[in-house]
């Protein structure tokens, strides 16, 4: 059996080489933080009503956007918000959540896209923000990619707007998924 089993490890290694693809990237949970830096962010005020915040937050060419709104909200104080955002990236780093591994299935897209949709939250997660988000791109042919963020640089701009409430948010780790999920009981 076990020889069988390691044949058939071969033929697909060799049927993936043979076409030019590669065995898929998984990037387990603890690792799917945000990475680089956000020289270019530029942070605006819009609107404060109560304990309600509305923010602009936008990158420039080579921000590494996923790191920039983790920096915003420690910067900002933020325990909870909404966001979304268009724009334009020169990369990014899906993913596909593989629960049967508990890590996330790597969707590179290393060419320029257009931020069809960009949509996420913040909340904290050991009392620091943490940022979840899921993008969906498009490709010069009009084909899209699409999943949860794990990174990718701005290129030639993008806009997020962030909606920052009065009431925290927590999430707590879930063992059973292995993912920090947000939980509106806890208490911090």
Not at 124 to 149: A, F, N, W
Not at 154 to 163: D, G, I, M, Y
């Amino acid at each position: 059996m076990k020889q069988v089993f390691g044949s058939a490890i071969f033929l697909l290694a060799v049927s993936l080489c043979a076409s030019g693809q590669s065995a898929p990237e998984y990037v387990p949970t603890p690792q799917a933080v945000p990475h680089g830096s956000a020289p270019g962010m530029k942070v605006k005020l819009l609107n404060k009503n109560g304990g309600q915040r509305d923010f602009a937050v936008v990158f420039q060419p080579g921000d590494e956007f996923y790191a920039g709104l983790t920096e915003f909200a420690n910067e900002y104080h933020v325990q909870s918000a909404h966001l979304t955002a268009v724009g334009g990236l020169h990369d990014a780093r899906l993913a596909w959540y593989d629960e049967s591994r508990k890590a996330y299935r790597v969707i590179p897209v290393y060419q320029q896209s257009e931020v069809d949709s960009l949509v996420g939250d913040i909340a904290l997660l050991h009392g620091k923000p943490s940022v979840h988000m899921h993008c969906v791109v498009s490709l010069e042919d009009g084909t899209t990619r699409g999943g949860h963020v794990l990174g990718g640089h701005v290129s030639p701009l993008l806009e997020v707007w962030v909606t920052v409430n009065s009431t925290p948010l927590l999430k707590k780790h879930d063992d059973k998924t292995g993912l920090n999920l947000m939980d509106p009981d806890a208490k911090p």
